[in-house]
């Protein structure tokens, strides 16, 4: 689903906020993103939204190059994704109600469409006995439980929260870890940025820690737990050695596409093919080096 490929931002000379991250998520998993203040962690959510740009490397979400993407389908990108953002951003002169009603009416939802999901998702919060209420009335775990609903709104494929317990006491916590466990029981993906200690230890789930702008561990288990990650090689380092064996004509074709890794060929579809105008040979030819590289891989 997700793809960061060795990516870099940089932002002048002297400051270099992501060195060569490289890591991929797939679809229903549920990890962490942990890392002390200033190690990466917003810029890495920034480039995901398009919000900024990689100084070098690639991301893509799904078969998108968010890099890429046109100003003009952002909006719809950005509905895939479900931000629950670290200071909430609900809007204050709106009830908890409203702020999620609003949600569904930007992105074009009938009227009783809009009644039946702010309903539903008010009660996946538990807060439909707060709904009439503004942020300024609603304690902490309220807000954040409130921006979570509010980022469910258009239904999206992937929920990421940054640092949704920061300032929440034990017990807010862990609700709002119970909410994210049931949104992803659901088959959202989610993504967790955080440094509490505490709720990671409690998932026991996939844990990326990222450095000073590099990933230095990607396991699963607790928050101290640690696995070195190899250093990945630069793409194109390895296109040359990942597509020998494989006709030149259709290196070609691949060339052009700019199709340079593994994983985008493994998830080219039929209709794929017909548009990069394949012919049958070729299509057989291909079919046959797909099914020899993934029997050694077995």
Do not use: W
């Given at each position: 689903?997700?793809?960061?490929?060795?990516?870099?931002?940089?932002?002048?000379?002297?400051?270099t906020a992501l060195e060569d991250v490289h890591f991929t998520v797939d679809k229903g998993e549920f990890f962490f993103l942990i890392g002390p203040s200033g190690a990466g962690k917003t810029t890495l959510l920034r480039l995901l939204i398009k919000e900024e740009l990689p100084t070098s490397g690639s991301i893509f979400f799904d078969k998108i190059e968010v890099p890429k993407l046109p100003n003009k389908l952002l909006p719809n990108y950005r509905q895939r994704l479900g931000i629950v953002f670290q200071d909430i951003k609900l809007l204050p002169s709106k009830t908890l109600e409203e702020n999620i009603a609003f949600a569904l009416d930007i992105i074009g939802k009938e009227d009783k469409e809009i009644k039946e999901t702010t309903e539903y998702l008010l009660e996946t919060v538990g807060l439909q006995d707060r709904k009439n209420l503004f942020p300024e009335q609603l304690s902490g775990g309220e807000q954040q439980r409130g921006a979570i609903a509010r980022a469910l709104a258009s239904n999206p494929e992937m929920l990421v929260a940054d640092e949704p317990t920061g300032n929440?006491?034990?017990?807010?916590?862990f609700q709002i870890l119970d909410i994210l466990k049931k949104i992803n029981n659901s088959g959202t993906t989610v993504m967790v940025i955080s440094h509490d200690r505490d709720i990671v230890n409690q998932m026991k789930t996939r844990v990326i820690k990222i450095v000073g702008g590099k990933i230095v561990s990607d396991t699963k288990g607790d928050y101290d737990s640690f696995k070195a990650v190899k250093k990945e090689k630069k793409q194109v380092e390895k296109k040359e050695d990942m597509f020998e064996g494989l006709e030149k004509d259709i290196q070609e074709i691949f060339e052009k596409a700019k199709i340079d890794k593994m994983e985008m060929v493994l998830n080219l579809t039929g209709a794929d093919l017909e548009n990069l105008k394949f012919s049958k040979?070729?299509?057989?030819?291909?079919?046959?080096?797909?099914?020899?590289?993934l029997n050694s891989k077995k």
């Open positions: 689903m997700l793809l960061f490929d060795n990516v870099t931002k940089k932002y002048n000379d002297k400051i929440l006491d034990p017990d807010n916590a040979k070729q299509k057989e030819s291909l079919e046959k080096y797909v099914s020899n590289y």
